[in-house]
C-alpha cells in the first residue's frame, strides 16, 4: 500500500470517526476482518476527496492504492453505504462510472 496523503482536509477535522467506527461495527452481517478493511479504506478516502466530499479517483486508483478488487472494493461500499457513511452516484454523462461521496457522523461541539 503506497503512503496515504495525511488527513488534512477539513471534512476529516469535524468526523466523529468513534462514531464511525461504531456504525461499521453495527453491520454485523458481515465478517469483522471485512468490516476492519473497509472501515481502513474510509479512513483512507479522507486523503482523496475534493471540496465536494467526493472521492476523486476512479475505481482503478483505489484499487492500485488500497490493493484491493473490484469484488472487494464493491462489498466496502456496499457496507459503508449501510452504515451511512458514502453515498453513491452513477455518473450523469457516462453512466458508467460510480462516485462516492463521504457522509460521516460529525462531532458535536
Known amino acids: 500500500m503506497k503512503a496515504p496523503k495525511p488527513l488534512v482536509h477539513p471534512l476529516a477535522r469535524e468526523t466523529d470517526f ?5 456504525a461499521v ?5 458481515y465478517p469483522a ?3 476492519a478493511r473497509a472501515f481502513a479504506l474510509w479512513v483512507g478516502l479522507f486523503g482523496r476527496i475534493g471540496d465536494d466530499h467526493i472521492v476523486t479517483d476512479n475505481f482503478e486508483e483505489i484499487a492500485e492504492l488500497f490493493e484491493v478488487t473490484r469484488p472487494t472494493w464493491q462489498t466496502y461500499r456496499k457496507l ?3 452504515a451511512g457513511l458514502i453515498e453513491q452516484r ?12 463521504l457522509c460521516p457522523p460529525r462531532i458535536e461541539a
Do not use: N
Not at 461495527?25 to 452481517?29: C, I, L
Not at 455518473?91 to 462516485?99: A, N, P
Open 90 to 101: 452513477r455518473s450523469t454523462d457516462r453512466g458508467r462510472r460510480t462516485f462516492v461521496k
Open 25 to 29: 461495527e453495527a453491520a454485523d452481517s
Open 33 to 35: 476482518q471485512t468490516r
Open 18 to 22: 468513534y462514531g464511525a467506527w461504531v
Open 80 to 82: 459503508l453505504s449501510e
